[in-house]
Nanobody
């Protein structure tokens, strides 16, 4: 599967953005989808910061403590797209956001266990 992330942009602190992760070439209904981010200045690091995941069924979601209660992941199988709704954004949420897919059912925070990655979309939150 190929993943296409979009929806990033510049927003003021306290604002909202919704990121999309579209699947191409395969249905996302069988994949766990994770969202990760890479803060500024850490572009060279191979490990990306965990944001959250949604299980292949869409019934289970998991979030990093730093975003819990502010971010929501959802899945639209008809559109073959996963969304990351981000509310009450903070400057520390700034970074390049990536979606990733995994087929074995793993839904954890280890980015190295995800096999397929989108190209990333920049989110900048100004104070």
């Amino acid at each position: 599967v190929q993943l296409q992330a979009s929806g990033g942009g510049l927003v003021q602190a306290g604002g909202s953005l919704t990121l999309s992760c579209a699947g191409v070439g395969d249905t996302l209904s069988t994949y766990t989808i994770g969202w990760f981010r890479q803060p500024p200045g850490k572009e060279r690091e191979s490990v990306r910061e965990f944001v959250g995941t949604i299980s292949w069924s869409g019934r289970n979601t998991y979030y990093a403590d730093s975003v819990k209660g502010r971010f929501t992941i959802s899945k639209d199988n008809a559109k073959n797209t996963v969304y990351l709704q981000m509310n009450t954004l903070k400057p520390e949420d700034t970074g390049v956001y990536y979606c990733a897919a995994e087929l074995t059912g793993y839904a954890g925070s280890d980015s190295e266990k995800y096999d397929y990655w989108g190209q990333g979309t920049q989110v900048t939150v100004s104070s």
